[in-house]
């Protein structure tokens, strides 16, 4: 599984603190880790919880990586800003018993974590906690699992409306405010990373236009 992690401005300072706790966990059960920042406050490109949102629905609908980890200082921004985005299913998640749930019930392809809100003492153990809860095991299987068949039914009418109720990605890019897409492509590290593993044509070619 290719992983994206997504900081925005106010939470930039953690960047490093979060993506050690990530790669801690996520790398040895063999999955990739993009960091597409922000990496520091000083960034000469600056994220907004709405660019976090613009930016995970770019990469979950290129396919150029399967799943997003993002969050703000209540994790409530960013996640409204990527369910706002077609094809992105974004929870917010505080602690593992939430990664769990929402990793077998939901079974999303985004979570959304508050790094100011209750982030104190520990609180990188509390993060590996999290991600080892989303990424060691098989997501989907449902909770409690007599359930698993009404939640997998769920998930597809959910996916369903979601369809319907957002244009597709790429009109999205092309009527949403073009200096905001601007500026959420603008990482020192977008490019190098998503050119390489974006699957759609159509979105590549339409965002190196923009450059």
């Not at 939901?106 to 982030?119: E, L, Q, R, V």
């Amino acid at each position: 599984m290719k992983i994206a992690l997504i900081s925005e401005n106010s939470q930039a300072a953690k960047n490093g603190v979060i993506h050690k706790a990530l790669s801690n966990v996520a790398e040895p059960l063999g999955h990739q880790v993009f960091n597409y920042g922000m990496y520091s406050a000083e960034d000469a490109a600056s994220l907004t919880y709405v660019m976090n949102g613009l930016l995970a629905g770019i990469l979950l609908n290129s396919k150029a990586v399967d799943f997003v980890v993002t969050g703000c200082g209540t994790g409530m921004g960013s996640m409204l800003a990527c369910n706002a985005m077609p094809g992105v299913f974004c929870g917010l998640v505080i602690d593992p018993t939430d990664a769990f749930l929402f990793g077998q019930i939901n079974d999303g392809n985004a979570i959304s974590m508050p790094y100011a809100k209750g982030f104190g003492w520990a609180a990188e153990l509390n993060l590996e906690d999290v991600y080892r809860k989303l990424f060691e095991g098989e997501r989907g299987l449902g909770y409690p699992k007599e359930r698993a068949e009404i939640m997998r039914k769920n998930r597809g009418i959910l996916s369903d409306l979601k369809r319907v109720t957002c244009n597709d990605m790429l009109t999205v890019l092309k009527t949403v405010d073009q200096d905001l897409l601007r500026a959420a492509i603008a990482g020192e590290k977008f490019a190098e990373y998503f050119y390489a593993n974006s699957q759609d044509a159509a979105i590549s070619d339409y965002l190196r236009s923009l450059s």
